[in-house]
């Protein structure tokens, strides 16, 4: 109070008028506080920090597990294309398939992923013991390269019968030759170039079989069997059981031709008769492949 009294009259009312042109925040004029407006709270020196997100500390500590995975390094081959991955060691097979199908464009079920035999896709990576540096073989073709293939396999297919139609005649062949060269048998029917003719009522007789044996054909329509007889012996086939009839001109004599009836499902099976006259050929077709010839 003595200091109060003892400051000069002029010190104090320099303050006054400082005091009125700079009045303190939320002072009133005859000095009493104002209350703190709610809209504008008082700054501080150390405000308040917001409570933490609890969506940014997921966040944050799914970036930690991610880290935390070990991974393993692969080196993925296929179609001789190579890829050096790093994977986790403890996914599936099945999420390293799809990885594999974001590399290369292989969907999953198209994937043969080989890692000392075939990949299970239910176990990790870890449980069929993955070594960094391992070798990742996958066998498959994606989509458009099957597409590719199968486009031009009608042409290939073409080429193969333009090729097969290109062979040299079947009477030219060394099988066909040995038996041929032995000429016309002595009793060979006779044939009616350019003519169609009906099965005889009699056997077809004087031809070789592949052995150059004698050999007649009997057709027993109404028991629907064809007899191959020989000097040894008859078979009786019944005509469901052949599969195919083929033959083809004689070269050279093309009054006669070479036949084979197909018994099995293979070529092997090819029973072969030599000199068979021309004018019978259509018949025996008909008649062995269900083309009935009535009389």
């Known amino acids: 109070m003595a200091a109060a009294a003892s400051a000069s009259p002029d010190s104090e009312e320099a303050g006054m008028e400082a005091e009125a042109q700079n009045p303190p925040v939320g002072a009133q004029e005859d000095g009493e506080q104002e209350p703190l407006s709610t809209n504008n709270p008082p700054e501080t020196d150390a405000p308040e920090e917001d409570p933490p997100d609890p969506s940014q500390a997921s966040v944050s500590n799914g970036g930690d597990s991610e880290l935390e995975k070990e991974l393993v390094e692969l080196k993925i081959i296929w179609n001789k294309n190579k890829y050096d991955v790093k994977f986790p060691l403890d996914s599936t097979g099945a999420d390293l398939k799809q990885k594999i199908h974001s590399l290369t464009g292989l969907p999953p079920t198209m994937q043969k992923v080989m890692f000392k035999g075939l990949l299970p896709e239910e176990k990790t990576l870890r449980e069929i013991k993955v070594i960094n540096g391992a070798k990742i073989m996958v066998v498959g073709s994606t989509i458009n390269d099957v597409l590719a293939v199968s486009i031009p396999k009608d042409a290939a297919q073409q080429e193969v019968k333009s090729e097969e139609t290109k062979k040299e005649p079947l009477c030219r062949q060394k099988q066909h030759r040995k038996v041929l060269d032995k000429g016309k048998p002595d009793d060979v029917m006779p044939s009616v170039k350019g003519v169609q003719e009906r099965l005889p009522t009699v056997p077809l007789s004087g031809m070789y079989n592949k052995s150059g044996g004698k050999v007649r054909l009997t057709f027993k329509l109404e028991q629907d069997q064809l007899w191959i007889g020989t000097k040894e012996r008859t078979e009786k086939l019944p005509m469901g059981s052949i599969k195919n009839v083929v033959s083809e001109p004689i070269e050279g004599h093309e009054d006669y031709h070479m036949m084979a009836f197909q018994l099995g499902p293979t070529e092997a099976s090819y029973y072969w008769v030599y000199w068979v006259p021309?004018?019978?050929?259509?018949?025996?077709?008909?008649?062995?492949?269900?083309?009935?010839?009535?009389?």
């Open 278 to 295: 021309t004018q019978y050929v259509d018949a025996i077709k008909d008649t062995v492949l269900g083309k009935w010839q009535y009389f």
